[in-house]
């Protein structure tokens, strides 16, 4: 589904992504870790066009992203929820999930309605503006704008950043339910444990490039890999 190859990117003189392969595959989900400040989001921002390779390939199912504006991207099937939520403060709960709305040509799409099935507090929330929110709320507002796109992968940068654990709970139950219908998901994610509790196949990035893929159960009994590169030791796997 996702094909990307060899990508270099910068930030005006600052080198971030230095060669970085890897791919999703239709109905999985993936997931990229590592410390901060390794080019975690710098790949999904390159991914949508927002910081745009100036070498390599991404192919989405056969069509080449690079080169393309973030627009005509989202249009290709890619919902982006990104870090930190930027939702819109102003406009209420409805109008934030409205304007984002496409069918995608679903023949089950996702719509007002089945979002507030899945997410109960937000059709509770309908009429609040969008800073009125908690900040669990908002999260879940900017999943559910994103599955208003009906995209074919959805990208989450950060999901469970800045939440309370039982929040990070109820995140974790969408995306399990996502999973579930055949989603294919690219997680971004600090938390380890709750990263491999969905993941069918995860990477870790260092320094821009991938330094490791394998299985969730690989990577948790390797230690050597989880304690270089992740900081995570045997009480948070």
């Given at each position: 589904?996702?094909?990307?190859?060899?990508?270099?990117?910068?930030?005006?003189?600052?080198?971030?992504?230095?060669?970085?392969?890897?791919?999703?595959?239709?109905?999985?989900?993936?997931?990229?870790?590592?410390?901060?400040?390794?080019?975690?989001?710098?790949?999904?921002?390159?991914?949508?066009?927002?910081?745009?390779p100036r070498k390599g390939s991404i192919k989405f199912n056969g069509t080449e992203l690079v080169g393309l504006s973030?627009?005509?991207?989202?249009?290709?099937?890619?919902?982006?929820?990104?870090?930190?939520?930027?939702?819109?403060?102003?406009?209420?709960?409805?109008?934030?999930?409205?304007?984002?709305?496409?069918?995608?040509?679903?023949?089950?799409?996702?719509?007002?309605?089945?979002?507030y099935e899945t997410f109960p507090r937000l059709k509770e929330r309908t009429r609040n503006k969008g800073n009125l929110?908690?900040?669990?709320?908002?999260?879940?507002?900017?999943?559910?704008?994103?599955?208003?796109?009906?995209?074919?992968?959805?990208?989450?940068?950060?999901?469970?950043?800045?939440?309370?654990?039982?929040?990070?709970?109820?995140?974790?139950?969408?995306?399990?339910?996502?999973?579930?219908?055949?989603?294919?998901?690219?997680?971004?994610?600090?938390?380890?444990?709750?990263?491999?509790?969905?993941?069918?196949?995860?990477?870790?990035?260092?320094?821009?490039?991938?330094?490791?893929?394998?299985?969730?159960?690989?990577?948790?009994?390797?230690?050597?890999?989880?304690?270089?590169?992740?900081?995570?030791?045997d009480d948070e796997a």
């Amino acid at each position: 589904m996702l094909e990307i190859n060899d990508i270099h990117t910068w930030y005006g003189d600052s080198y971030v992504l230095q060669g970085v392969d890897m791919e999703v595959r239709d109905g999985t989900v993936i997931a990229l870790l590592g410390r901060n400040g390794m080019g975690k989001t710098t790949t999904v921002r390159s991914i949508m066009g927002l910081t745009p390779p100036r070498k390599g390939s991404i192919k989405f199912n056969g069509t080449e992203l690079v080169g393309l504006s973030p627009n005509r991207i989202a249009r290709t099937g890619i919902g982006l929820v990104p870090q930190g939520r930027m939702i819109f403060p102003s406009l209420s709960v409805t109008e934030n999930l409205t304007m984002a709305a496409r069918t995608g040509g679903k023949d089950d799409p996702w719509t007002l309605e089945k979002v507030y099935e899945t997410f109960p507090r937000l059709k509770e929330r309908t009429r609040n503006k969008g800073n009125l929110l908690s900040g669990g709320e908002q999260q879940m507002l900017t999943i559910a704008r994103a599955l208003m796109t009906n995209p074919d992968l959805i990208m989450l940068d950060e999901p469970s950043e800045g939440l309370a654990p039982i929040v990070v709970q109820e995140v974790y139950r969408i995306i399990e339910r996502l999973k579930a219908a055949g989603q294919s998901i690219l997680l971004v994610e600090q938390d380890f444990g709750m990263a491999m509790s969905v993941a069918d196949y995860a990477y870790i990035m260092s320094k821009g490039s991938i330094v490791y893929g394998s299985e969730p159960k690989d990577l948790i009994d390797n230690e050597a890999v989880k304690s270089k590169h992740l900081g995570v030791g045997d009480d948070e796997a």
